[in-house]
């Protein structure tokens, strides 16, 4: 601290000088405490001061009392209200600390400024227990405080005072219990400490019911179970004994099984947390009779028997024997019984029931009875769902075998038919209950097994149906019978598609069919057809033809419909829908077709215009070699009305072929052999149509191959 003069001098390349002065202070501050005692009872009032040197004012005093208490006053008052111990139990002394901070913003601390603040340990501690049971003493002593160096006065709670230096008090009500130690030393400082140290537990009473407390007559095995119903407070912990050798946990609720008749005695003990028990007991007479059986063999094949001797009874009356397989037998201790199933898993449990007197009690004993797994087993199908066993025709079964442990098997299956090995084939049945029989045996265990199952095939349904005929425009009802549900097809224009006589409607001829159902699910269908007559096209036509050709026409438009051709001259058929048409001059013809319910009658036009020209001509070749084309010869021309006269002759003159049948003509042959190839003449002579007098024709046939 103190004032400073400083100078600084520079000097630039040129040799050039310059400086600067300045002055400056440096400022002293020095925290110091003072106090007017630093020693004395608690409490202890002290009046500190700020004793600090410093070159200027003070400006902020942070004082710490050494226990967490703080001042910022330049000269606080403070008490302190209790002391501190070390581990030995001796006070400590507090370090007070001062920060000071002045005007110029200098701070300065001193530290380690003790005060001793003084009193006696009045800590004192229970030196027999401080959990204890009604009516028991507990002694307490000082822990730090000297018996010849100070003054001691005890406080118990609901029991008075005391002026010794280990006091011993009787507590004899249970309960939470305050006491307090005042001490005084030589300088009279005073100490006092209250500690809740005294937990006073009253004894429990023990206490219990059983299941069995309301049961006249208790018979094994027995299940008891028993509660607690002791009074304790607090709850400490509970033993049981049963009385049988179970462990058992301490729940207030606990049970078990006296497998076996006698006498029992079961012991509840509780206990609070300081100790303080109780213990009750009640003895448990467990009634019954006591029976055993032999069995003369426990390995059999179904359908062997087994001998049972009842042995070793106690207390029984009345006994019945139950063989597992739901029957049972009554009042013999020695019975032979015949097992003809399997059991699941191969085994079956035997039991012997007896009763004591008056029935007052039974009591079961078993045994178990193994049947060798030889079973018979197959499945129908998958025997899933119900197609697996009942089924309409038509639909072929196969059978699974599921059996165990056969290494031979035999298969009926109702109808006639058999099959020896595992597996069979699929069989078709008719209509009918067939029952279907699986043979199995074991040739080393010697044993063997017969199942049947049944069969259920339902026959189809008849179903018929009716249709018929309408008019384009027209509705008509359906009919179908023999099932008890109906779908029709198709569904368009039908009133509904799912009754049995819905109304069709049809646009054009429509084939219905009907799927019938029966109360078995088996269905059939069957066929309706609805004809719908149409109105035919009008036809107008003509043609031109020479005289007596033959024109054929054809009107058919469909079944059902009536035909009528007029004028009737000159055709094959004048009410057939087709025919053969020969005018011998112009001529129009009508068709009137109607059908047969009236719905419709169209008339259609037919025109012809006949040419009354004739001719008549032979072709000059003809190649008879079998090739189905032109090996034969015929007449031809117009207007032709009859052939009177066809001849050929070969170069001999010889006739070689004749007719007068315009539709016969030469296939080359003559007496069974076909002629050579060479150059034939011929003669014709036909009557016409339009000529007064026959025409005659002569020429010449070339015969090729």
């Known amino acids: 601290p103190g004032e400073y003069d400083l100078e600084l001098w520079v000097q630039d390349i040129n040799g050039c000088v310059d400086s600067t002065h300045l002055e400056l202070t440096v400022h002293e501050v020095e925290a110091q405490i003072g106090s007017d005692i630093t020693f004395g009872c608690v409490p202890l009032a002290i009046q500190f001061t ?113 002026e010794d230096f280990e006091p011993t008090v009787n507590y004899p009500d249970p309960g939470l219990y305050e006491v307090t130690l005042t001490v005084t030393d030589e300088l009279g400082c005073v100490g006092s400490t209250t500690q809740t140290l005294v937990d006073v537990e009253g004894y429990p009473i023990a206490g219990f019911e059983s299941s ?23 709850f400490g912990s509970r033993t049981w004994n049963l009385g049988n050798g179970d462990p058992v946990i301490g729940s207030s609720t606990v049970g078990t099984t006296y497998d ?43 359908g062997e028997s087994v001998t049972f001797t009842m042995t070793d009874t106690t207390d029984v009356w009345v006994w019945q024997w139950d063989f597992g397989d739901g029957t049972d037998s009554s009042g013999v201790g020695e019975v032979t019984h015949t097992y003809n199933f399997h059991p699941p898993g191969g085994q079956t449990q035997v039991s012997l029931v007896a009763w004591s007197a008056d029935s007052a009690c039974t009591a079961v004993v078993s045994a178990l009875v193994n ?4 079973v018979a087993d197959f499945w129908r199908n998958n025997e899933i769902n119900a197609i697996d066993t009942v089924h309409c025709e038509g639909i072929e079964d196969f ?27 699929g069989i078709t049945y008719e209509p009918g209950t067939w029952d279907i029989t699986l043979f199995l045996a074991n040739s080393e265990l010697g044993c063997t097994d017969t199942l049947t199952k049944q069969m259920i095939i339902h026959p189809l349904p008849e179903i018929s149906s009716v249709g018929g005929t309408i008019c384009a425009g027209d509705f008509i009802e359906l009919f179908a019978e023999g099932g008890e549900e109906y779908t029709w097809s198709p569904a368009e224009f039908l009133s509904e598609d799912d009754i049995a006589s819905p109304i069709a409607s049809p646009p054009v001829t429509t084939l219905y069919e009907v799927i019938g159902v029966d109360t078995n699910g088996c269905s059939n269908s069957s066929f309706a057809e609805v004809v719908v007559f149409q109105p035919p096209p009008q036809i107008i036509w003509d043609t031109t033809i020479v005289i007596g050709e033959v024109v054929f026409l054809d009107g058919w438009v469909g079944e059902g419909y009536d035909y009528l051709w007029e004028p009737d001259m000159w055709l094959s058929c004048d009410t057939c829908a087709a025919g053969f048409f020969t005018p011998l001059e112009d001529t129009d013809y009508t068709l009137t077709v109607s059908d047969t319910l009236g719905c419709f009658s169209i008339v259609s036009f037919y025109g012809f215009d006949v040419l009354p020209v004739s001719s008549v001509d032979v072709p000059d070749a003809f190649t008879p070699n079998g090739d189905g084309v032109n090996d034969i010869i015929y007449v031809d021309g117009w207007g032709i009305k009859n052939l009177l006269e066809f001849k050929i002759y070969n170069r001999w003159g010889e006739l070689v072929f004749e007719t007068s049948d315009l539709e016969e003509g030469w296939d080359g042959y003559y007496k069974d052999e076909l002629q050579n190839v060479e150059t034939y003449a011929y003669v014709v002579v036909v009557e016409t149509f339009v000529d007064a007098q026959p025409l005659t024709k002569k020429g010449y046939i070339n015969l090729f191959r």
């Open 399 to 425: 059978f699974s075998n599921q059996s165990l442990n056969g290494d031979s098997w035999a298969w009926d299956f109702g109808n006639g038919q058999q099959f020896t090995g595992e597996n069979p084939p």
């Open 371 to 374: 049947i060798e797994q030889v």
């Open 50 to 162: 700020d004793e600090s040197i410093s070159d200027g004012n003070i400006v902020q005093w942070d004082w710490d009392f050494g226990n967490s208490d703080e001042s910022s006053l330049e000269d606080p008052f403070y008490t302190y209200l209790e002391a501190e111990f070390n581990n030995q139990g001796f006070p400590v002394d507090f370090s007070v600390s001062l920060i000071v901070i002045d005007q110029f913003g200098c701070t300065d601390t001193i530290e380690d400024y003790l005060i001793d603040p003084w009193m006696p340990n009045a800590i004192f501690d229970n030196i027999t227990t401080e959990h204890i049971c009604e009516g028991d003493d507990v002694t307490f002593s000082p822990v730090y405080a000297v018996e010849d160096e100070n003054d001691f006065v005890w406080t118990f709670e609901g029991q008075g005072t005391s």
């Open 212 to 234: 069995s407390d309301t049961v006249a007559t208790l018979c094994y095995p027995a299940l008891v179970t028993f509660t607690d119903t002791s009074i304790i407070n607090p």
């Open 260 to 302: 076996l008749p006698g006498q029992y005695t079961v012991d509840l003990f509780v206990t609070t947390p300081n100790g303080c028990s109780d213990a009750t007991q009640l003895t448990i007479n467990v009634e019954g009779p006591l029976a055993d059986f032999e069995l003369s063999d426990d390995l059999i094949c179904k």
